[in-house]
């Protein structure tokens, strides 16, 4: 294991001790201790919080090694000194490492070192180094991807403190929040919050489910903030009326009429709507007349449940027992996710009832609320961090789209997210809409549901692929300038479902806002990453957390780093960075020489290249139910592949050094189709034999989480190098309708066989490419995966003397 | 889905009356009621347990539809008479089934009866005929493999009856324990017993870690029966120390010296070992001094756990905490195994802690005991029940070995579980010796573990592969008589880890041995089955257990089917049987002529057939390294197959009709080898296209299982077909050593070129050979993924006129 740790707050000895006082590791009777060994042995007796008797820790002690010959029980009978090597023995042990297989018992130090687990220098301790030293081991990171203290939650080590009064909490330690809430007693309610919406149109607001738990310690008094998760999939989905609507996707490509749009014509403006009257209230009520057996939850958020948060879900408008019609990202939708916050801040009602007249207000929470969640969850809390309400402090926004354009669509084309070929704003809307999985609900609302898909359907245009106005009001990224909530985003560079230009282009926007933005990229693809053994994510969400909605002064904003990104050559790295491409000017530029990249500044021959689009139709069937198949053809250097001749492969120089490659990749070049319609896809490779990361994260332990003590568990997994060596790896890819050019609303006039000047930006990437490895360029057209599959008779000609590629670099540290 | 339900427990009317009574479904207002739809109303109401007011109620009854045209609030507005088509409309989505999806509502009935449910024929019902078919509705299984009144559960219908009194407790319903006990407030305690042993020779008793969870209600006088899960594994497994011992398996197989052993040169005679002195008792106290944050649990156990079970896990000699050395199998386990049942029936010592001298009581338990696990969990449940030790009234074991021999070889022939190439007793022993984890405690126990390791790896001897007395000292099946535990058996028919002979072979011993058994098999590999859709496998076992251990007259003695099976099939369908080949005579039985299987009294030519078991390096390492690749080369007809010299395949006719092939196939013959040493080994293959199960059940819903309320929870998973046709399945597989043509202790003489007659039982089968399929015979030698792996110049043949196979059958209803 290699530890990557960044939540820890730099903290004094007096502090420390100060701290362990508070946490009652240091207790009254240590003072009269009279050796250092003898409080060593007393804060070893508190690091057994299931033991309640001093036989029974003789027998853990005497499990523990504290040299290479004695064990602890042994060297604690005749200790004078406590020295590093046997603190730091016993310490890792206690982190669940082992002497023989993880360490070495005759230099610990050594171990300290090379799993990047932080230490203090002094050979031998003094009281106060000791406990130092002792604070820091209880915030290091062991075996399980836990910090010591962590584990000793886990073990019981803070129910004593679930007794105390609501002043003594929450408990900080270290800069975060401490699990002193007992997650048996949490009060678990359901609301129906007011929207300023009747996207029915059955005269009546809109009012949505919420399902809140809260710490029972809101009963008497204390205000606690929220960790809200907006997931339209929370209450069910309709697989079966998500899978209806799917779109064949083996259809031709067709030509657009050229038109003369400009983004004027496309941009959306938002109408007022006629709004019925609110509902009366005729009481207002403190308790909530229903509960829930179990939510859908997210599990960061179950950590936090246990330490002083309440967590709120909604699913919004469509939803199981909520009004309102399923609308894949419009305004409304942002206005319904908001409309939750407005209530937690108290600007809006909720009532007891899904028709009653009975409000209930939030009185429980301190108004300051997080949003979190992946996907379409990290979508809405973006979604509402754009519109700047008031209360929400802060997103942790994961594989969230920016703009949903850039989820469906791409550059003039339907762009499938990777492995739901078919499916557009309809489909999903049909999926989540799950007021369909109660029937007596769905009789009499389905009519009104099937004129909201086909109004959909129609909008979002899959003939042309388009940008129009539809898209432009699902376009978060115009709204960036209203954000006042920080931002933690996370990204994998590998999510071909959520493409990374999504988290791209709004970290990019966000440069110029006012607000702390932090950004984590990963080399997964559409995954969470709050359980792995490498990184302290938990930690870090934990200190930002206490840090924007208790107000905790823990350097959250300065400790977390700006840019954090996982290294795709070797297991367990990451690094911090400054920015992602924003602080570079560097940049690779090659040009073609026949099936080389060179250098930009090489002198090319005239060539042209072409290659077709067509395939044998039994070939071209294999490929539409084994898309692996295809992509491996496709990239295969084999001038036997069956794909050989309808793609262009050019490779570049080796690296003469480790090159870190980031931003968007830039292609530019001239095409010719044999027809007034065309496409193009790119993808860049890294070439080069070697064990790569696997893109999901691999299994280490089942339920090896506790996310309290006696609470719900998560599984410990990390990303893993491949079993095999693989010749290269896809880096990124991208796509352009040969009709949009120069914008996606514009479509343009294409004559067959003319060239045409295109340049397309790629999906941006962070990449680091090993010296002696080679950067590849593929340039094709259909792309099975991700656009639509007609198989026609499409001839393309490039000019390769023309064919530039652009890629954005900063210095490998 | 289909249904496959056993534990609903025939019930009258007026019982179904009382027992809707006492769980308050049923309450004294409802006397007032005037119609039977305002009765039907109530019921309804009841089945919302997370809504508490009737505002709420009347929107989810809008959720549901009566009627194709009406929802429930709207029909029970004009009711004037409930029907079965509204009952079973309503109750179809009470249990999770979508109208227009899973049923239509026009015809609900139709649905009940395709899915298997159980429904009441009434067409218009009285308060009587309500009450009854509302009664069964609660038993019936939803699309979530849970009964209605589960569901309810789930959603907190028990929740008020936490706080009755301990005389009301347990309660059950319809012959089932229900979750009435508050897991948020179960007790952990860990306690050491004391067992009468001595493993590690350090002149003290071992003592045994054990892990105990008991519901509150203990504290307060309740007492409870036990689940008991003896799990090596649960403190931990040393995978390196594992990963170390593993054995070589590409060595030659090499000639036995002949000998005259009988059985009585091999058997096992215990040897009464001296034994310290017990531990002296100082004191007695009721509370423990240590408890535990997670277990490592059973599913099946946390069910029971909210339902007035304890349980009690146990990891044995040799884990953590524990002393003693780990023998694999050993009598000395098994002791170990019991001393803890014996604790629990007030037989034995514990001691508070490890080292001390405090003892406690089990004193919480009415002292009945189960045993439950898998593996070698359920194998250690086995080798309990084989001591007849007092208290163990029950044990479910599952895949569990019954003898050791059966585990690690085969006929003379050292075979390895699947996927376990190069695995033995010491290479387990290893893995499960978690003291050395711990690594104070392996410091000083390391060199007794080292030589106890040595006497294993002398012991198991694979260079001969014989059956030999440390074989026979862990064949529990010699003490099958002794047991006076009742017996429920789980086994999967392509468990090919713990093979199917292990269960069958107990099954066998058990025929007469005056205990009620239970045989559930089912087409999945080494797996838990309680989690499953399609089969009530926990009810079963609820049912079970509360008539075991609470005494509970509910007649699961004869409503669970005395040996039930998993279609091999279709999805979700099983059957029950008498017994397994046990109540049968019939047979197929076959001769060979060329490469077919005859009918026996078909007349065969006279011929021999040859194949030699030595592949080219080359093709010898890639099988090494995929061993799917082998099999699928050595079962292709094809004859540019690499192996196609390399066995011999016979297939025979289309079976003219369906056909149930059960117990042990029997193959004969004569074979001749040119070296003194020589293996054989068997496949029996049903050819024919088809979509068949895959043995490992898919995931359908994540932790869709709530065990209690707000209570661990399992994934709910099931069998499904596989997406692409097979040509064949294998079906049974069998080895023999040729030196070891009549028993596994006597090695015979074996002459290079002569022929010699063997005889060989197949592992067993409980096969659906449809119609049209062939049975296939293979004869090969070397078994890649089991046997050791010379790659040796053999060459066999076999006179194929002496060749017969013999398959009990028994007629297919």
């Known amino acids: 294991m290699k530890n990557n740790q960044f939540a820890i707050v730099p903290t004094d000895s007096e502090a420390a001790i100060a701290e362990l006082k508070k946490i009652q590791f240091i207790t009254a009777t240590m003072a009269d201790l009279k050796t250092v060994p003898e409080v060593y042995r007393a804060l070893l007796a508190k690091s057994f919080p299931e033991v309640h008797s001093t036989a029974g820790l003789t027998h853990k002690f005497a499990n523990l090694m504290a040299t290479s010959q004695h064990n602890l029980n042994d060297w604690l009978a005749t200790a004078n000194v406590v020295n590093n090597q046997v603190f730091y023995n016993v310490g890792l042990q206690l982190l669940g490492f082992l002497p023989g297989q993880d360490f070495d018992l005759a230099d610990p130090l050594l171990a300290m070192r090379d799993i990047h687990l932080p230490m203090v220098g002094d050979s031998a301790f003094d009281r106060e180094a000791l406990y130092y030293a002792w604070y820091l081991l209880l915030n290091t990171r062991g075996v399980k991807g836990q910090t010591l203290i962590e584990n000793l939650t886990t073990r019981g080590y803070f129910v004593p403190f679930y007794q105390r009064p609501n002043q003594d909490k929450p408990l900080f330690f270290n800069g975060k929040a401490q699990a002193v809430f007992n997650t ?15 996207t029915d149109h059955d005269g009546q607001r809109d009012l949505l489910k919420v399902e809140i738990l809260r710490p029972a310690e809101t009963a008497t008094g204390l205000k606690v903030p929220v960790l809200y998760t907006a ?47 609110a509902r009366s209230v005729t ?62 801040t108290g600007k809006r009602h909720a009532f007891t009832t899904r028709d009653g007249d009975v409000a209930i207000n939030a009185w429980w929470t301190n108004g300051l609320v997080a949003m979190t969640g992946r996907s379409y969850l990290g979508t809405l809390a973006t979604a509402a961090a754009t519109t700047g309400v008031d209360g929400l402090k802060t997103i942790i926004s994961e594989a969230a789209i920016s703009s949903w354009y850039d989820y469906y669509r791409d550059n003039g084309l339907v762009v499938a997210p990777d492995t739901f070929q078919g499916e557009d704003t309809d489909v999903l809307a049909a999926e989540v809409f799950s007021r369909s999985l109660k029937a007596g609900d769905a009789h009499q609302i389905k009519p009104k549901f099937d004129a909201k898909l086909a109004a959909l359907t129609a909008g979002q245009d899959r003939t042309t692929g388009s940008y129009n106005q539809f898209w432009d009001e699902r376009n978060y990224l115009k709204n960036v300038a209203n954000i006042k909530a920080d931002i933690v985003m996370v990204h994998g560079l590998n999510d071909w479902n959520v493409k990374p230009r999504n988290v791209a282009n709004l970290w990019d926007k966000l440069q110029d806002v006012p607000v702390t933005k932090k950004l984590i990229l990963h080399q997964g693809q559409h995954i969470y990453i709050n359980n792995l053994q490498s990184l302290d994510f938990t930690d870090m969400m934990n200190l930002w957390l206490s840090h924007e909605l208790y107000g905790l002064d823990n350097h959250a904003e300065s400790l977390l ?71 491996t053809d496709l990239l295969s250097e084999d001038k036997t592949s069956p794909l050989y001749d309808h793609r262009l492969l050019f490779k570049s120089w080796q690296a003469p050094s480790d090159q870190l490659l980031v931003g968007r990749p830039h292609v530019t070049g001239s095409v010719a189709v044999n027809q007034n319609f065309g496409m193009l896809s790119f993808m860049l490779l890294d070439f080069g034999s070697a064990k790569r990361l696997t893109v999901s994260p691999q299994l280490i332990a089942s339920k090896a989480l506790d996310l309290g003590y006696h609470w719900r568990e998560d599984d410990l997994k990390d990303f893993k190098l491949a079993a095999a060596t693989s010749p290269y790896k896809m880096i990124t890819k991208g796509h352009l309708n040969l009709q949009n050019r120069h914008e996606p609303w514009h479509a343009e006039a294409l004559k067959a066989n003319e060239f045409y000047d295109f340049a397309v930006d790629l999906q941006p990437i962070f990449h680091h490419l090993l010296t002696g490895h080679q950067i590849g360029l593929v340039v094709y057209a259909t792309d099975m995966k991700m656009t639509v599959r007609g198989n026609q008779d499409l001839q393309y000609s490039l000019q390769l003397n023309d064919l530039s590629l652009h890629i954005p670099m900063k210095p490998f540290e």
Request: no cysteine; charged share 25%; aromatic share 10%.
């Open 283 to 344: 009481q207002i009520s403190d308790a909530a007349e229903e509960t829930f057996g179990r939510e859908q939850s997210y599990t960061l958020n179950d950590y936090f449940l246990a330490r002083g948060f309440a967590v709120v879900y909604a699913a919004g408008i469509g939803s199981v027992d909520s009004d309102g019609l399923a609308p894949t990202g419009d305004e409304d939708e942002t206005t319904s996710t908001i409309a939750i916050i407005e209530w937690l």
């Open 561 to 631: 780093p700006n840019v954090l990104v996982q290294d795709n050559t070797a297991t367990q790295t990451w690094h911090a960075h400054d920015n992602w491409w924003q602080d570079t000017d560097d940049a690779l530029d090659f040009k073609v020489q026949y099936k080389e990249l060179v250098p930009a500044d090489h002198p090319v021959d005239q060539r042209a290249a072409h290659f077709t689009d067509k395939l044998p139709d039994k070939l071209f069937d294999h490929y539409r139910t084994d898309l692996t198949a295809w992509q």
């Open 184 to 198: 048996n007693e949490l009060i678990r309610d359901v609301v129906y919050v007011e929207a300023p919406l009747d």
């Open 231 to 277: 997931s339209p999939y929370n209450q069910g989905i309709d697989d079966a009326a998500g899978k209806a609507t799917m779109h064949n996707v083996d259809v031709p490509l067709t030509a657009k009429t050229p038109d003369t749009n400009t983004y004027a014509d496309v941009e959306y403006h938002s109408q007022p709507a006629d709004l019925p009257a």
